[in-house]
């Protein structure tokens, strides 16, 4: 009997609803979009949801062969230091903390990580940087996406592993209304949109890190070859 070859085991964030109906109304319910999990099974890996509830050590970490951070709603600024404004989603202290903590295990245990449009955010702040807090009126020349999925055209660092999956420009699907305004850390931006707004950011040492400002998982074709870059890095680690 042939042996059949394990597939990666990728940690995938999600949130908490509360359930709206039914028999268990009011209830907490784990929450992330069906579309992550599918399009990491279609690129062959095993999702594996992980939600606050849950606390990860870095040796539990480290035993995943990748982590996706998803999107979701804005981070909480008090982490940061900077006050709430009026155009700032309800925020999620808890998964915040979660999943700043699980990026940060990921980057001691040396998982390669990728990070969806909040999922993004993270990374930046867990690594010192600072974000727009409202897309257009902080950055103008920015087209309004915050409404609606959007197609937007992002520009990419041909030094990149990023370019390595979609070329030096394509088009992507963004539905985001805070974006990077600063990085720090290990982080270096490798993708713009045409206003100037970083859309996509990689760890310039250490393991492998890609955060992007739009969402691969609904992309068809194009956001496929992000979730088998992952897979690509996990196989150059070893």
């Known amino acids: 009997m042939a042996q059949r070859t394990r597939r990666p085991l990728i940690g995938v964030t999600a949130g908490t609803r509360t359930m709206m109906s039914g028999a268990w109304a009011g209830h907490e319910a784990v929450a992330v979009n069906e579309h992550y999990a599918?399009?990491?099974?279609?690129a062959g890996a095993r999702p594996v949801v992980s939600a606050p509830q849950d606390e990860w050590s870095v040796e539990e970490v480290a035993e995943l062969d990748g982590l996706v951070?998803?999107?979701g709603t804005d981070l909480d600024p008090a982490a940061w230091g900077e006050d709430a404004?009026?155009?700032d989603m309800t925020p999620d202290p808890e998964r915040d903390a979660f999943e700043t903590a699980l990026y940060r295990a990921a980057r001691e245990a040396g998982v390669p990580v990728l990070g969806i449009c909040r999922g993004l955010q993270i990374i930046v702040i867990a690594e010192g940087g600072a974000l727009h807090r409202h897309l257009p009126a902080d950055l103008p020349q920015h087209p309004v996406t915050g409404l609606r999925p959007t197609t937007v055209r992002a520009e990419v660092d041909a030094a990149s592993d990023l370019a390595l999956a979609l070329g030096t420009s394509a088009e992507v699907t963004a539905f985001h209304h805070q974006g990077v305004r600063a990085v720090s850390g290990q982080l270096r931006?490798?993708?713009?949109?045409?206003s100037g707004l970083p859309l996509a950011v990689e760890a310039a040492s250490g393991s492998s890190v890609l955060g992007v400002q739009w969402h691969p998982e609904i992309d068809g074709e194009r956001g496929a070859a992000l979730f088998e870059s992952l897979l690509t890095a996990i196989r150059h680690r070893g």
């Open 38 to 42: 599918r399009a990491l099974r279609q």
């Open 85 to 87: 404004l009026a155009t």
């Open 189 to 194: 931006i490798v993708a713009r949109h045409a």
């Open 69 to 71: 951070l998803t999107g």
